[in-house]
């Protein structure tokens, strides 16, 4: 077991979200799934209680543990992106897939976890500084799905 693992509460979909995450982003995957060893209060004994997964290189558990808590924007995966076409094909999974599509690069999956696609190039342009990062950052807040020319452009001035 890793030091540190991110623990995701769903009500029922631990496995599916995994399964998910693991056929979307790279360097993830499911590494174990755990039934439960008897009833528990939002299931019976034989379902999956646990998934022991990775997104992205980052180890995870999502618990089944019934509706009595929600995820929210609070908690979020943030997915550094290379182009364009990166960042539309993360996207496109998430909101394609029972998603809903937030502002400024984020999303949530139908799971209710919440994800920022992030281009490099934005990143970048606001570790920047100064007037090309005000630029880039005007231009993001009107933007739900970043726009990576419109970044770039934003940049240059």
């Known amino acids: 077991m890793h030091k540190n693992t991110i623990c995701l509460w769903y009500d029922r979909d631990a496995e599916a979200a995994a399964r998910f995450y693991a056929t979307t982003f790279p360097d993830s995957a499911v ?4 039934r439960a060893p008897g009833d528990f ?15 992205a290189g980052i180890p995870c558990i999502g618990l089944n543990g019934g509706p009595a808590f929600k995820q929210s924007e609070a908690f979020s995966f943030q997915i550094a992106t290379d182009d364009q076409e990166e960042t539309d094909r993360y996207w496109n999974a998430i909101v394609g897939n029972g998603g809903e599509e937030s502002a400024c690069g984020w999303c949530r999956d139908k799971w209710g976890v919440s994800w920022q696609i992030t281009p490099r190039v934005l990143t970048e342009t606001m570790a920047a500084g100064g007037e090309e990062a005000r630029r880039a950052f005007e231009a993001m807040m009107g933007m739900s799905k970043i726009d990576v020319a419109a970044i770039e452009t934003a940049r240059r001035g």
């Open 41 to 55: 209060p939002s299931g019976k004994k034989g379902d999956v209680l646990t998934v022991e997964f990775t997104v």
């Open 31 to 34: 590494t174990a799934v755990h």
